[in-house]
């Protein structure tokens, strides 16, 4: 049986050659470029990894547990296999290549940016934000000379409505966590993606982000099964 009958998958020409974006689900995705194999966020959940083959590098945007999801890790993981994760993943996982909030690497030939994520509006009931300031990482992969920008659990934050010239996002509206279809559409409009996939999304509405872009024709809305 073929592992990928039953996710969706974009194909995106590059300089570099073709760039493959397999939908897994929830936060987590595939892309399969240069002949690496790169993971967003394993989540078992959403798919089975024994299934899948095994990791060349996975990006994780920070510790909760479905985007941070061990045994899921450990099931693509090889003793070749690079790790980015941010501070806090490597105290449950050392090892690996952390990043912090604005820092830059190259890794396996692939330009990388983390970049911040945190909530301003969204709260637990403590006063606390679900996703506090410098914990998490967004990342901005450069492949092939395409801007792909994974924002990981965030807000419309200034930092995101600052980026510039992202070809393709990855853009959160998992309620009451992340974004509302308002926000995403808000930040959307302020750095004017080439192509938005909402992602993450649980039960909001995502065709409500379809219709508050539909005037913008600068910004292509795609919609895949990343509940």
Do not use: W
Request: with cysteine.
């Amino acid at each position: 049986m073929n592992p990928f009958e039953k996710f969706d998958t974009d194909v995106f020409s590059t300089s570099a050659g073709d760039l493959s974006i397999t939908f897994l689900g929830h936060g987590s995705l595939l892309m399969l470029f240069n002949g690496l194999k790169l993971y967003v966020d394993p989540f078992g959940k959403v798919a089975d990894y024994t299934l899948l083959p095994k990791a060349d590098m996975v990006l994780v945007t920070h510790e909760h547990f479905d985007h941070f999801d061990q045994q899921a890790l450990s099931s693509i993981r090889t003793d070749k296999t690079l790790l980015v994760q941010t501070e806090t993943c490597a105290q449950q996982v050392p090892g690996g290549i952390v990043m912090r909030n604005g820092d830059e690497q190259t890794v396996a030939g692939i330009p990388i940016q983390a970049v911040p994520a945190y909530n301003l509006v969204h709260k637990r009931p403590d006063g606390a934000p679900f996703h506090p300031k410098g914990s998490g990482n967004g990342y901005i992969l450069g492949l092939g000379g395409k801007r792909v920008y994974i924002a990981g659990d965030t807000e419309n934050i200034p930092e995101m409505r600052a980026l510039k010239a992202i070809d393709v996002a990855f853009l959160p509206m998992n309620l009451p966590y992340t974004m509302t279809p308002e926000m995403a559409a808000d930040a959307a409009e302020a750095f004017q993606p080439r192509i938005l996939y909402p992602y993450h999304y649980g039960d909001t509405d995502v065709h409500k982000l379809v219709e508050l872009l539909k005037a913008n024709k600068e910004i292509e809305v795609r919609i895949r099964k990343m509940a």
